[in-house]
C-alpha cells in the first residue's frame, strides 16, 4: 500500500515503513497528482482535504493528527467513501498550558489578580475543559457556553453568550470552526459582538482564526475598550494582518497546541488509527522517548511570593510564551517555519519543581496542573 504524509508531523519516520510506501510531502504542497495511487493520507490542518485534491485519486482512508478536522470536506468523504478520522484532545493539555502561560503573564505585567476575576469559556470540549480546570485552580469566576453540550445535557451549568461576553473579564475560545449551520462559530466573535464585552476585558483565541473576524477585532481594539488579546491563530494563515497583530498583547503563530506531548499524542492516535483500518500489524503505538526539557528541574524559593507568583514562575519556566511572541513579531512572514520547526516543548508532568518558603495551597495547586512537587 501506498501512503502520503505531511512531512512535518513528527515522530512518524520509520513506523509504517516496513508495511508500506511513505512519500513525505510539504502539506500544504499536496496535489492529486501526488496522491493518485495512494491509498491514504497522514495530514495536519495544511493539507486541504476537498474534491478538488481527492476527486479520482484511490485514497480510501485519512487521518489528521489535529483536533481541528474543517480542512477534511466531510460530506465528500462519506458520499465517496472515504473514511477519515482526527485526534480529539490530543492536545488539550498543551492548550492548558498555553493559557496558563498567557493568563499569568497578563496578570504578572498588569498588576491584578486573577482569583476572583470571571473567565468566560466558549467551547468546552476537551480542551475548553481543562482550561475550565486550570481556572478553577487559579481561583477564578467561571462562566461556560457550549450550545451543543447545553441541550444535551440540559445543564444549567452554561451560560448564553451574551451573558458571558458581558460579564467576564477574560474571554477564551475553544470551538471548532463550523462555517454554517445551528453552530455555526465563523465570525463568532465580530465587531458587534465584542462591543457586547465590558470595558477592560481581554479576549484570547487558540481555536481558529476565522472565529473571530480581523477587520472587527481590528477595531475594537483600536478603541481602547477592550483591556487586550492573545491571539494565537490567525484569519488567511500564514497571511497574517500585521496591523491586527500590532494591537495585540500576545501574538503567536498557532502553536498553542504544539508541545512535544500533545503532536506525540496526535501522530500516536493517526498511526493507530490507519493501522486498525488497513489491518496492520501494530497495536498501541506511541513514540519511544520524547525529548527532555533542557532544565527539567524548577527550584522555587516562595519566601514572600503570592500563590500566583510561585505559579507564574513554574509555568514560564515550562513555556516562555514571549518567546513565541517575539518570533512572530520579528518575523511574520516565517509564520509557517515557526510552526514547522517548532522547538522541543514539554508539558506539566515533564518537570519537577523543588519549592521551598511556600504553602501546601500553592504546592497543591501546581500539583493539581500536572507539576511534579517535591
Known sequence: MKIVADDKI?????????????LYLPGGKITRKDISDADALLVRTRTKCTEELLGGTRVSFIATATIGFDHIDTRFCKKNGIAWTNAPGCNSSSVQQYVAAALLK????????????????IGVGNVG?????????????????????????????????????GES????????LNVVGRDATWHLISEKSLKKMKKGAWIINSSRGEVADTAGLYKVLSSGKPG????????????????????????????????????????????????RHFSLPITEWYPEDLPFPGQPEIKIDGTGKSDEEILHLAVNHSYNIDEDNINLRFAPSDFERQRGEYRVR?????????????????????DSLGFNVV
Not at 467561571?142 to 445535557?153: G, S
Open 169 to 176: 473579564d477574560i474571554i477564551t475560545l475553544h470551538v471548532p
Open 10 to 22: 513528527p515522530f512518524l519516520k520509520g513506523v509504517l515503513e516496513p508495511y508500506a510506501e511513505v
Open 346 to 366: 514539554r508539558e506539566f508532568p515533564a518537570y519537577t519543581v523543588k519549592l521551598s518558603g511556600a504553602s501546601e495551597k500553592v504546592s497543591g495547586m501546581l
Open 129 to 165: 475543559s481543562k482550561v475550565e480546570k486550570l481556572a478553577g485552580i487559579l481561583g477564578m469566576n467561571i462562566l461556560l457556553n457550549d450550545p451543543p453540550r447545553a441541550r444535551k445535557e440540559n445543564d444549567a451549568k452554561f451560560t448564553d453568550l451574551r451573558t458571558v461576553l
Open 106 to 121: 497578563m496578570a504578572s505585567e498588569f498588576r491584578f489578580s486573577l482569583k476572583g476575576k470571571t473567565i468566560g469559556i
Open 228 to 275: 487586550g488579546a492573545v491571539l494565537d491563530v490567525w484569519e488567511n494563515e500564514p497571511d497574517i494582518d500585521l496591523e491586527l497583530m500590532s494591537k495585540t498583547f500576545i501574538a503567536t503563530p498557532h502553536i498553542a497546541g504544539y508541545s512535544t506531548d500533545g503532536k506525540a499524542n496526535g501522530t500516536s492516535m493517526a498511526v493507530n488509527a490507519l493501522c
